[in-house]
């Protein structure tokens, strides 16, 4: 039952900055001059979103893919077919190895790379260069693919998921640090209604240490993060065309929903995902579709003189307010998730579905934030979604938010009460205890029992250290 339209629930339009897009931060270190960050990325939501740096001494120019869902800053350190460019480090007199090798792994691909130190500039971002953390790639596998025009990636999530351990201070930490910034980003995805894997020349924008006005309309509304590792949020419910799917609302946080730039499509756990399939599908005015459309295996396409979105509903993402009593809704519409595919025949215009399904996660990817203007609000363990100028498709917005409505139809708590999400490792944590437990005894017993000989170590001894580490990244 929605509330009175003023009755609060969160809602918070932030102070306009100064005239010219400059905005008084609120730690140290003088202005910082949002406008000057509006359009410093390229991209499209098939192959995601990059920045362009400029690496070492001399300064070397390579463009970063920007990701909200890992924490490593990782660049091609050495050439590579799929890459135009790379970071040469003895061309750097100020690059420092650290001489720790590091590995990611995400569903689709992986890289090693060696840890090392060197200073960057963003022309279009913070004034000044800084001593950053990153880490060389020379060894990847289905990373960089054919056509990209990115050669590393910007994780900009908290500590908890950097490689090879968490006390590898993060890209946007060490920024906040030296830049002395406030602990906030903000980030603006244009590729509303274009083709995917394009021409990659969509614009976007990476807010670093505020909110640039001009990039959002209308109220921003905040959710919290439930756990600082992903950009971990609750969500309460999905409706496709404004009806409920009727899921208990823990299926839809199983066993986590993230935001996530890295990711392309809105994914859905396996429940949800069939539900919002079944549900388009008998709210669409198309007759028929084949399955491999919806497991995305297929193409659907269409006369070029057609526009097909209007046969399909909006879908509605429902998230708990900072009022944990009240809620709001983020919508986007058939323009955004029924996406046009580049280059598909001379008559006809072909599309993709822009969702999946997920094994371990809820993530709303590019499908869903090219529809706002998102706020990673780090300070205050929150992130905001307004929103987005740039989400329009012949003139007409593709996105809205609405609130705030009551949260008595859902549960008090979507989210697990057990607070740490990889329940692989709660397992082995019992397991190891159990065996601990098992090896004290033993050594007790051998202690009161007389040696009797010594055993000479072999090479089949050696533990290798890797097989006990947990070195996979979900994507």
């Not at 289905?142 to 025009?149: M, W």
Request: with cysteine; glycine share 10%; aromatic share 10%.
């Amino acid at each position: 039952v929605p509330l009175r339209p003023g009755s609060g629930g969160g809602r918070q339009r932030d102070a306009p900055a100064e005239p010219g897009g400059l905005a008084l931060a609120s730690e140290p270190g003088g202005s910082i001059n949002f406008l000057a960050m509006v359009d410093n990325l390229q991209g499209d939501s098939g192959r995601g979103y990059y920045l362009e740096m400029l690496l070492g001494t001399p300064p070397q120019a390579l463009n970063i893919l920007v990701d909200t869902g890992s924490s490593n800053f990782a660049v091609a350190g050495v050439p590579d077919p799929d890459v135009t460019s790379y970071f040469n480090t003895e061309l750097s007199s100020t690059y420092k190895s650290q001489g720790i090798d590091v590995t990611v792994k995400y569903s689709q691909g992986s890289w090693t790379g060696v840890l090392g130190t060197d200073v960057i500039t963003i022309p279009k971002g913070i004034d000044g260069s800084y001593t950053i953390n990153i880490a060389t790639i020379f060894e990847s596998e289905n990373f960089f693919l054919p056509g990209v025009q990115w050669h590393g990636i910007l994780g900009l999530a908290y500590g908890t998921l950097a490689k090879p351990s968490s006390s590898v201070e993060t890209f946007f930490d060490s920024l906040v640090r030296q830049a002395k910034i406030p602990n906030i980003f903000s980030l603006q995805m244009c590729g509303a209604g274009l083709p995917v894997s394009g021409s990659g020349t969509n614009g976007g924008s990476l807010v670093l240490g505020g909110i640039e006005p001009s990039l959002y309309r209308g109220d921003i509304w905040y959710t919290p993060i439930k756990e600082e590792w992903y950009y971990q949020v609750e969500i309460l419910k999905l409706e496709v065309g404004g009806q409920n799917l009727e899921l208990d609302c823990r299926e839809y946080n199983a066993d986590k929903a993230i935001v996530d730039s890295g990711t392309t499509l809105l994914r859905l756990p396996q429940k949800v995902f069939s539900a919002v399939v079944q549900a388009i599908a008998r709210k669409s005015l198309v007759q028929e579709f084949s399955s491999g459309f919806w497991t995305g295996t297929q193409l659907a396409c269409w006369d070029k003189t057609e526009r097909p979105w209007s046969l399909f509903p909006k879908l509605s993402i429902y998230m708990r307010d900072e009022n944990s009593s009240r809620s709001f809704r983020i919508s986007i519409l058939p323009q955004l998730y029924i996406q046009p595919i580049l280059g598909i025949g001379e008559n006809l215009q072909c599309y993709r579905f822009g969702i999946s399904s997920s094994a371990n996660a809820l993530v709303i990817g590019a499908t869903v934030m090219e529809g706002f203007y998102v706020i990673f609000d780090r300070a205050q363990r929150r992130v905001g979604f307004a929103v987005s100028p740039c989400a329009e498709v012949d003139g007409s917005p593709v996105s809205e938010i609405e609130g705030p409505f009551t949260t008595e139809d859902v549960a008090s708590n979507c989210v697990s009460v057990i607070s740490f999400h990889e329940p692989v490792l709660w397992i082995a944590s019992y397991a190891l205890m159990s065996l601990c437990g098992i090896i004290l005894l033993a050594l007790i017993i051998l202690l009161l029992i007389p040696p009797r000989c010594q055993h000479r170590y072999t090479d089949n001894d050696v533990v290798n250290d890797e097989s006990s580490l947990v070195r996979h990244r979900w994507k």
